[in-house]
């Protein structure tokens, strides 16, 4: 019998859900922007979910299927949710079962993807304390720090009365002057259910947000801290308050190369194993997006990778 797949979720059986998971996923499902179901033989098998401000990232979780070892029903239910995501990143955060049906997606395996680590947490999931990969190199910024004499940086939660446009000047000046589009800053952060802001008096000097279901997961994101100050542990405060602030047992971010060696220096954060990553571009939804082999060598692992455990 054939496999049907909906987003409508009122139509979904919430005791089939909750016996698929074997846990009450109700509510989660119903605040994620994006969910997809797999009805095979009148019945639900599969299910699927996307975190996302629905502008600039998605993050999905939860993709499970029973009785569905040639992978069937994950992949329908990932190119149904990729339909939704077309000019996007997209971030899987998943684990070792589906790490052959991902990479045959055109997934690439994140090696710069941490979670924030709780107790309870999978060791099997997770790299040791400070690994780095082989012939991975680490870029640290180059420019020059001036602390001034007895600098006391305050940190701000929230963004309601935010200034976006010093916001949107951090991110420009934190990334290597790529500009950034002040109007989509603003609406990213607006649909943000988190940030956090660091000042040196009145003026803004480091920034991040993140995108949550409020419950299980969350993704940290434009985490940026002005040139002029970077070196005075402002990412790493702003990080560590925006962790413990949010409300999710699962706290995922995926960041640039440069960044390694800062995120390994927290011991709050652990390097992840199954996070990964794919661009998805009108009509090639299904196929890996092509990207400079430099890039592709330093964002994720080469095709096939596998750690020893993992034979």
Not at 9 to 19: C, G, P, Q, V
Not at 25 to 30: I, L
Not at 63 to 86: F, Q, T, V
Not at 152 to 165: P, Q
Request: glycine residues 8%; contains cysteine.
């Amino acid at each position: 019998m054939s496999i049907i797949y909906s987003s409508d979720f009122d139509k979904i059986n919430k005791e089939e859900l909750n016996k698929l998971y074997g846990e009450d996923k109700t509510e989660v499902f119903e605040k994620s922007l994006y969910k997809v179901f797999a009805i095979k033989d009148g019945a639900l098998a599969g299910a699927a979910r996307i975190i996302s401000e629905g502008l600039e990232t998605a993050l999905l979780v939860d993709l499970y299927a029973k009785d569905d070892s040639d992978g069937e029903i994950r992949n329908g239910l990932i190119k149904e949710l990729e339909k939704n995501l077309i000019g996007r990143r997209v971030m899987v955060y998943s684990s070792r079962e589906n790490l052959e049906l991902l990479e045959k997606a055109g997934y690439g395996r994140c090696k710069n993807a941490w979670t924030y680590f709780r107790e309870g947490f999978e060791e099997k999931d997770f790299l040791p304390q400070g690994f780095k990969y082989e012939n991975e190199f680490i870029k640290y910024s180059s420019a020059t720090v001036n602390e001034p004499k007895n600098t006391v940086i305050s940190y701000k939660s929230g963004h309601g009365d935010a200034d976006f446009g010093a916001i949107n000047e951090i991110l420009t000046r934190a990334f290597f002057g790529n500009p950034h589009n002040p109007d989509k800053t603003k609406a990213v952060f607006e649909r943000s259910q988190y940030s956090v802001t660091a000042f040196d008096g009145d003026r803004l000097v480091g920034v991040a947000r993140a995108v949550s279901d409020g419950d299980e997961y969350a993704t940290i994101l434009n985490v940026a801290v002005d040139p002029e100050y970077q070196g005075l542990s402002i990412g790493k405060n702003i990080v560590l308050k925006l962790s413990e602030e949010i409300a999710a047992g699962t706290v995922v971010l995926n960041t640039h190369p440069g960044a390694v060696g800062f995120y390994n220096k927290l011991s709050e954060y652990r390097r992840n194993k199954y996070v990964f990553e794919k661009a998805i571009k009108e009509g090639v939804q299904s196929e890996q997006t092509e990207a400079p082999s430099e890039f592709r060598n330093a964002m994720f692992t080469p095709a096939g990778f596998r750690f020893p455990d993992e034979y």
